[in-house]
């Protein structure tokens, strides 16, 4: 593997914005990151299909949500590392939600983000993403937050995938035969 660049990067138009949309939680196993997705020929930091996946489940966002991913490369160790964190609120507690919590908290889930750009990135690729907090939230005052506060985390060996769709339509054609849960 060649460590050298093959290509600069002009200044961009200021045509973006932050936040996020929505996830979509796929069951960690419901892939094998080796033989169901194929990669973009000419870019392997882009997914074109991934197979086996029978469904994801689309959670809406609204309000303060997050994807940051750091890379951290150690010269004495020769290593590299990407730090993948997703910080969602999702309002209103009820008992079904508390049970999805519970299993999120269980398991590793692979997560697919999509940014309010249009934009959907696989977090968690290979090892998955731990529920690491969880801040269920009843608030002090009448405006404040009731719900779930939740923090995933995962280590993956590069940035999250970007997949090759723009829209919801196109997920659900790239995940093909996949159903979007949103329930």
Do not use: W
């Not at 994807?67 to 150690?74: G, T």
């Not at 969880?134 to 009448?142: F, I, P």
Request: aromatic content about 8%; some cysteine; hydrophobic content about 35%.
């Amino acid at each position: 593997m060649s460590c050298e660049i093959s290509n600069g990067r002009m200044e961009v138009c200021k045509d973006q914005i932050g936040g996020l949309d929505a996830i979509y939680i796929i069951n960690n196993g419901d892939y094998s990151p080796e033989t169901d997705i194929t990669y973009d020929v000419t870019n392997t930091d882009q997914i074109n299909d991934v197979n086996s996946v029978s469904t994801l489940y689309k959670f809406e966002l609204k309000g303060a949500n997050s994807f940051e991913q750091v890379i951290n490369s150690s010269r004495d160790a020769g290593t590299s590392f990407v730090e993948q964190t997703l910080v969602v609120a999702l309002k209103k507690q009820d008992a079904a939600t508390h049970k999805l919590v519970k299993m999120l908290a269980y398991g590793r889930p692979h997560i697919v983000v999509r940014n309010r750009n249009n934009q959907f990135f696989l977090a968690g690729l290979e090892r998955g993403l731990e529920l690491t907090t969880a801040n269920v939230s009843n608030g002090t005052a009448m405006g404040d937050m009731v719900g779930y506060n939740l923090t995933f985390v995962g280590q993956e060996k590069i940035l999250a995938n970007v997949l090759n769709c723009s829209t919801e339509a196109g997920l659900a054609t790239l995940f093909s035969p996949a159903t979007i849960d949103n329930n």
